[in-house]
């Protein structure tokens, strides 16, 4: 025991608040992960954008983190992904939630949607949900405001509501736009 698996799957976290607010239901434990192949003239966390800059993480340690705030959810809280995109580091993600679940936790992922998320059918089935960040449904003003193309986040708007997993969809709104 305490001896580190060498295969051991590690995420890289950006940063960590406790008491989110705005990340889902309730009081939620947010995990903002590093990574985001996305260049969006309004991120609002552009200094998450590279893949291994942060602090490396297992599963276990960071639910550890987590759990110590638990008190503080209340019925709604639990654990919120964030990034940066956090299906970038989906292997990373299936492992917390697992653990989580162990726990009886609910676990959200917040998703700009630009990979395609029914490609991960045992994420997508122990995540409690998604929040998903359209940008823009105008494909015009999606690509002047992010330099990609939203067709896939247009399907998996229609998989996430057809399997019962979008939490919530956002949206960006700027003056001109």
């Not at 607010?21 to 552009?46: E, K």
């Not at 709604?76 to 936790?105: W, Y």
């Amino acid at each position: 025991a305490g001896m580190e698996q060498a295969n051991e799957i590690k995420g890289y976290v950006h940063s960590l608040e406790s008491f989110g607010s705005v990340d889902g239901p309730g009081v939620r434990y947010v995990i903002f992960v590093s990574g985001c192949a996305m260049r969006c003239q309004f991120c609002h966390n552009p200094d998450t954008w590279d893949m291994k800059v942060g602090t490396p993480y297992t599963a276990d340690e960071l639910l550890k983190k987590a759990v110590r705030y638990k008190g503080y959810w209340g019925k709604e809280g639990g654990i919120t992904v964030s990034g940066g995109e956090c299906s970038l580091q989906r292997d990373f993600l299936l492992e917390l939630f697992t653990l989580a679940k162990k726990k009886k936790l609910t676990c959200l992922m917040d998703s700009n949607g630009t990979i395609d998320l029914s490609r991960y059918p045992e994420l997508m089935e122990i995540c409690d949900g998604v929040m998903l960040d359209v940008k823009s449904w105008d494909g015009g003003v999606f690509h002047a405001l992010t330099g990609g193309e939203n067709d896939t986040v247009k399907q998996n708007l229609r998989y996430l509501y057809d399997t019962g997993k979008l939490e919530e969809v956002r949206i960006v709104c700027l003056p001109g736009y």
